[in-house]
């Protein structure tokens, strides 16, 4: 199949799910953080550091809010290929989990 050939369906296919909090869910974060826009549905959501890293290594990887992100799981099913954080999310996660402690 050629570029040119490829059809809406087969580009989100092709789409990698980078899960992001809304501003909501998660209204303090890491210095650093970015606001984008939800692949999908277009809500703000916040993209960590190394969330921004890893979408710079990738022209697949995009951001979803974590609605539509678990969303597009369930709708996978069992296609669902292994779900797993970018490099450096679960340091992330832990400084974030640590200065909540400090307040």
């Known amino acids: ?7 809406k369906k ?4 092709d789409i990698d ?8 869910e998660l209204p303090e974060v890491l210095k650093k953080s970015i606001w ?3 692949h999908q549905c277009g809500a703000t959501v916040w993209v960590s550091i190394s969330g921004q890293k ?3 290594k990738s022209d697949k990887l995009k951001p979803f809010c974590s609605q539509c ?5 369930q709708e996978a099913g069992d296609e669902t290929e292994e779900i797993q954080p ?7 996660l832990r400084k974030y989990i ?6």
């Open 1 to 7: 199949m050629t570029k040119k050939d490829k059809t």
């Open 10 to 13: 087969d580009e989100e296919e």
């Open 17 to 24: 799910i980078l899960i992001c909090a809304r501003p909501e």
């Open 36 to 38: 984008a826009k939800c």
């Open 54 to 56: 890893a979408m710079k």
């Open 69 to 73: 992100a678990f969303a597009k799981v």
């Open 86 to 92: 970018v490099p450096g999310a679960l340091e992330e």
């Open 98 to 103: 640590s200065q909540k402690k400090l307040h």
